[in-house]
């Protein structure tokens, strides 16, 4: 056993998750298989058995706290990285129709060895978000939209915001930093077809501030946007 089942099963309690024995066998082989893929691939940075658990695990199942998706929900995780949040989700709640997102095919092909180890079946998309989004089969048909630590709160809205079908959530996972990034996002949210809901702020174990943006779809997202990535850093709405 690598991490503390304890630990994560009753800090996910915290989160209004129950973790069955399943669960927590997954999780505690995903924290392997992120620790053994990190001696030869960049997946991140936090590698100590605690520190996972705390820091990535509990971390993305705090979602869970802001958002309770029906059975067979739609959730794309953007820039998805380690399955993080992604996979910690799917782990919790298997009925979910998760897709894992990012530009970087090497963590796709990692990913997709997690998901086969554990026993567990998600779609895997190799592309920019800003282009992806502007794909018929993926605009505007998920329920919820997952981004964490991505970028700054307005080029975040505009990449994930147009993969969210009407009445559907973009949450943004955010540090203490939370409420100055969104207050300058709120124009470009409007822009966008959203609407802000509240945020969810909470303390992490070990780790500090934590934030859940709640962001619910209202309007259709201009088709102009996203707009290629160099634009949107160059000038965020």
């Known amino acids: 056993m690598i991490i503390d089942k304890d630990l994560l099963k009753s800090g996910a309690s915290d989160f209004d998750v129950e973790l069955d ?9 995903f924290a392997g298989l992120i620790i053994e893929k990190n001696k030869v691939m960049n997946l991140t940075s936090i590698v100590e058995p605690k520190d996972i658990v705390i820091k990535h695990f509990l971390d993305s199942l705090s979602l869970f706290s802001a958002v309770q998706p029906a059975k067979g929900a739609k959730v794309i995780d953007v820039g998805t990285g380690a399955g993080l949040p992604g996979v910690a989700l799917l782990i919790a709640r298997p009925d979910l129709a998760v897709t894992l997102l990012d530009s970087t095919k090497k963590k796709l092909d990692f990913l997709k060895e997690v998901l086969a180890e554990l026993g567990l079946t998600a779609a895997t998309y190799h592309a920019r978000a800003e282009e992806a989004g502007r794909k018929t089969e993926y605009r505007e048909v998920f329920d919820l939209a997952v981004a964490r630590a991505v970028s700054g709160m307005n080029e975040l809205s505009e990449y994930c915001l147009p993969f969210v079908k009407l009445g559907g959530k973009f949450i943004a996972m955010k540090g203490p930093d939370a409420e100055a ?21 909470f303390t992490l174990q070990d780790a500090g ?3 859940l943006i709640i962001i619910e779809r209202q309007y259709p997202s201009p088709y102009k946007y996203p707009r290629p990535s160099a634009q949107i850093a160059k000038k965020p709405l």
């Open 209 to 211: 501030e934590r934030n």
């Open 181 to 201: 990034e969104l207050n300058a996002a709120k124009p470009a949210i409007r822009n966008l077809g959203g609407f802000v809901k509240g945020v969810k702020t």
């Open 21 to 29: 024995e399943t669960a927590l066998d997954r999780f505690d082989r």
